[in-house]
Nanobody, 117 residues
C-alpha cells in the first residue's frame, strides 16, 4: 500500500489549495478514504472522509463549507479542495485508507500547508 500526498504549499489567508493523494497497492475503489492534519505541537486530527463510491462525505466542523473531499476511482486518487483558508489550517495534511477491522493503518508521508495572515 502506498499513499502519496501532493499539492501543499504557502498561501495567504483567504486563498485556496487542492491536495491530492495518489493511491496504489490496493483496490482503491473498495475503501473509504480520509484526510487528517497535524499542526506543530498538536495531535493529528480528522478533517474529512469519503465513502468508497464517493457519494457520502463527512467533515470536522471547523472546515465545513470551506473544504471539499472527493475522489476519482479511475485515477486511484483522493482530493481535498480547500478554500477560504485560515492561518489555523496550517498543518501537515495526510491521507489515510480507512482501516477495516484488524488491518494495518496506512498513512501517506504528508504535505505541508502553510497559511499566512
Amino acid at each position: 500500500v502506498q499513499l502519496v500526498e501532493s499539492g501543499g504549499g504557502l498561501v495567504q489567508a483567504g486563498g485556496s489549495l487542492r491536495l491530492s493523494c495518489a493511491a496504489s497497492g490496493f483496490t482503491f475503489s473498495t475503501y473509504a478514504m480520509e484526510w487528517f492534519r497535524q499542526a506543530a505541537g498538536k495531535e493529528r486530527e480528522f478533517v474529512a472522509s469519503i465513502n468508497s463510491a464517493g457519494v457520502s462525505t463527512a467533515y470536522v466542523a471547523s472546515v465545513k463549507g470551506r473544504f471539499t473531499i472527493s475522489r476519482d476511482n479511475f485515477k486511484n486518487t483522493l482530493y481535498l479542495q480547500m478554500t477560504n483558508l485560515k492561518p489555523d489550517d496550517t498543518a501537515v495534511y495526510y491521507c489515510r485508507r480507512n482501516p477495516r477491522s484488524g488491518e494495518t493503518v496506512y498513512w501517506g508521508q504528508g504535505t505541508q500547508v502553510t497559511v499566512s495572515s
